[in-house]
């Protein structure tokens, strides 16, 4: 029953997994049986997230890439697979958020959310399908968010990006269904990593941050959740216990998405 849920014998490759939510969902596939590759941003984040999976016992394979440079990837993937194998599951993790009020972003500052958040897992996802279809096989899971369906103050960019990234899981679910792919995606709550630290700053006085008190009351499982939450549901995606769900959303989220709110 349980080797339904093994990933022994697979390649997993997580985008800007050097820490927070993509380390955790990288861990996990280690656990159960993966050899991890990852990419960074840059060599310090690349350094970093190398001697953290090994401290963790992990042999971890990592790579610099700026998931935006569509011919940086193709260099990548083409490494990848000649130093460690064609990748049998790929996690679109990297990504980044401006809190900026609508009126007051610059479109050049809202292109590049859009940009990493939506053009890079097309990207992505683009280089390793060619080596899926040869293995008759293949996962794909883009981090989606609680914006792919809300909207709040700020994060226009950002939700449209999540937005999108939902419908192009839809589509490459839709268009390689047929040839053994599947591509869901995971969306997280407000979990706690440095990406959402300013929002649970420590006021002067000690107490929570209104953001925080606020995701508190939201979220009927009444706290943040951590990277480790979104481990269990990352790997069934990524295995065979998964292998007829094709194009879902699953929410990882306490609760906030059926959930009105605290009342007053
Ligand atoms: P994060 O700060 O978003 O970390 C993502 C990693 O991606 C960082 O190492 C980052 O490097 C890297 N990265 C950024 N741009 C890149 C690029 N162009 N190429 C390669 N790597 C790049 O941390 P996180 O909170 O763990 O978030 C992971 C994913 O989950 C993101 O897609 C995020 O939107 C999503 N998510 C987060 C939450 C949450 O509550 N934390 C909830 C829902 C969804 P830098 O450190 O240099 O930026
Ligand atoms: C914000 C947050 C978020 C998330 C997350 C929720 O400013 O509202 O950073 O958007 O962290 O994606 O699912």
Redesign the pocket.
């Known amino acids: 029953m349980c080797d339904m849920f093994s990933l022994k014998g697979k390649i997993a490759l997580v ?2 997994a ?5 380390y955790a969902i990288a861990s996990a596939y280690a656990k159960a049986g993966a050899t991890i590759v990852f ?4 060599e310090e ?1 690349v350094n970093k997230g190398l001697a953290a999976y090994k401290n963790d016992g992990i042999e971890a394979h990592g790579y610099v ?4 440079d569509e011919a940086a990837v193709t260099e990548m993937i083409a490494k990848i697979e000649s130093e460690v194998g064609t990748v049998d599951i790929l996690v679109n ?5 401006k809190r900026i009020p609508m009126c007051e972003m610059s479109a050049s500052d809202f292109r590049k959310v859009i940009d ?2 939506l053009n ?1 897992p097309f990207i992505m996802a683009k280089s390793v399908i060619p080596g899926m279809l040869k293995k008759g096989h293949g996962k794909i899971i883009n ?4 914006m792919s369906e809300l909207g709040r103050e700020t994060v226009s960019a950002y939700a449209a990006a ?1 937005g999108g990234l939902k419908m192009l899981t839809k589509n490459i679910a839709s268009e390689f269904g047929e040839a053994n792919i599947q591509c869901n995606g995971i ?5 706690a ?4 630290a300013p929002l649970r700053e420590k006021q002067a006085d000690g107490s929570r941050h209104p953001f925080d008190a606020f995701i508190i009351a939201k979220t009927p499982a009444a706290r943040w959740g951590t ?1 480790e939450d979104l481990m269990g549901p990352a790997i069934f995606l990524a295995s065979d216990a998964s292998n007829f769900v094709n194009g879902h959303i699953l929410y990882v989220d306490g609760g906030i998405l059926a959930y009105i709110g605290k009342q007053p």
Request: charged share 10%; hydrophobic share 30%.
């Open positions: 985008t800007g050097s820490y927070g939510i993509g990419n960074d941003i840059n984040l890439c700026d998931v935006t993790n990297a990504g980044i958020i990493v958040d890079a981090i989606c968010s609680m999540k969306g997280p709550g407000y979990i990593t440095p990406q959402t990277p």
